[in-house]
Each structure stands twice: as C-alpha cells, then as structure tokens.
T-cell receptor, first 113, second 111 residues
Framework: NAGVTQTPKFQVLKTGQSMTLQCAQD?????MYWYRQDPGMGLRLIYY???????DKGEVPNGYNVSRLNKREFSLRLESAAPSQTSVYFC????????????FGSGTQLSVL | SQQGEEDPQALSIQEGENATMNCSYK?????LQWYRQNSGRGLVHLIL?????REKHSGRLRVTLDTSKKSSSLLITASRAADTASYFC???????????FGQGTRLTINP
C-alpha cells in the first residue's frame, strides 16, 4: 500500500519549458489536491478535485492546469514555466470531501531557471 | 491568504521537555487540524479538533481550541528526538480554499 505517490521527486526547468507533475493514490480516495510550499508561506492550494471528473481552482491557480485522469490519478501541468513557480509541490488525497484528514505525497522539488 | 499563524516560528528544547506551539486564525472555522512535516517529506496528519470541542488528546499530543480567541495550541509532552519536525496548523472554514495552512513552527529536540 504505497499511499500517495508523486513523480518526479526533483526537476529543473528552463523558463518557458512545460512539464507535468504526476500524482497517484491507491487508497480509493475521492478528493485530491495540489499544493505548493514556499519558504515562510506555508502550503497554498493550487487546484483540487472533489471527485473523478471535477476540478476546481484553489488560491493560486494561475500558470497551472490539472487533469483528474481517473479516480487514482491527478496531474498538474505547467504550460510555460516561470521562475516564480520554483517551489516544492505536494499532492494530497482524502477519502471524502470534508477536508478532515489529508494524506500527502513526499513532494516534487521544482526549480525554474 | 494566510488563515493560521503559528507561534513561535522556531522552538528548540531538550529531550524530555514539553513543547507548546500556538496557532491563531482570523475567521470562524469548522475544524482545526495539526500536521507534522519531517525534513524533505510530506505532511502527516496528527489530530483534528472541531469547533465545538475545547480539548483533544492523542498519545503524547494535547490540542486545545479557544474559538472566542480564535486560537489553538499543540502540546507535545515528554519530547523525543524523533519529534524534531515542522508543525503546521490548518483551518477548515467551508470556503473554496479548503484547508488553509499556517506557516509552521520548526521544532528541534536536542538530545
């Protein structure tokens, strides 16, 4: 039982490049989330998916797109990376839609040069 | 927007001592949660306290909630080196932002 798996763990991009961060959970959870963590800022919600087939914007969605491919997988895409998107990205999931206990992946450290 | 503000930002104590961290928030909440993050890892859920609860225990953890002061505290008793981590409070207010996390307290337990 792996929980929430994120790939890759590390990535370096040049400004303007695109990439997709992958997230998969094997706990049959309904809700999935993408957060970014910056020094001194805590975690900020980028996008979330309350159920398969639905996605909604969080606090900081600009510059990102998401896809809830199926119940297991929720990907985050940067179409044209900018240095301001240098951050650590975390995927999380929870069984329902109550925001009562999130399970986090181990993160992707992204640097945009 | 930041909802929870943790205090202190950093705390260093000796093994065996108790550690207390505080969280203040701005708007009314449905629940407040505490998470732990070890260096280089994802967050791990520790405990949830609902708005109608005042105190909750889980092992060596004690959480209090004062909705009139919009504040919560996390007490870790008899600290161990393995408790070294960052601790985050997160509030749930039913809004579009879902869980809103504070900036965290970095706790260091010295052997």
């Amino acid at each position: 039982n792996a929980g929430v798996t994120q790939t890759p763990k590390f990535q370096v991009l040049k400004t303007g490049q695109s990439m997709t961060l992958q997230c998969a959970q094997d706990m049959n959870h309904n809700s999935m989330y993408w957060y970014r963590q910056d020094p001194g800022m805590g975690l900020r919600l980028i996008y979330y998916s309350a159920s398969e087939g639905t996605t909604d914007k969080g606090e900081v969605p600009n510059g990102y797109n998401v896809s809830r491919l199926n119940k297991r997988e929720f990907s985050l895409r940067l179409e044209s990376a900018a240095p301001s998107q240098t951050s650590v990205y975390f995927c999380a999931s929870e069984p329902g839609q109550l925001n009562e206990k999130l399970f986090f992946g181990s993160g992707t450290q992204l640097s945009v040069l | 927007s930041q909802q929870g503000e943790e205090d202190p930002q950093a705390l260093s104590i000796q093994e065996g001592e108790n550690a207390t961290m505080n969280c203040s928030y701005k708007t009314s909440i449905n629940n407040l949660q505490w998470y732990r993050q070890n260096s280089g890892r994802g967050l791990v859920h520790l405990i949830l306290i609902r708005s109608n609860e005042r105190e909750k225990h889980s092992g060596r953890l004690r959480v209090t909630l004062d909705t009139s002061k919009k504040s919560s505290s996390l007490l870790i008793t008899a600290s161990r080196a393995a408790d070294t981590a960052s601790y985050f409070c997160a509030t749930e207010s039913g809004g579009a932002q879902k869980l809103v996390f504070g900036q965290g307290t970095r706790l260091t337990i010295n052997p």
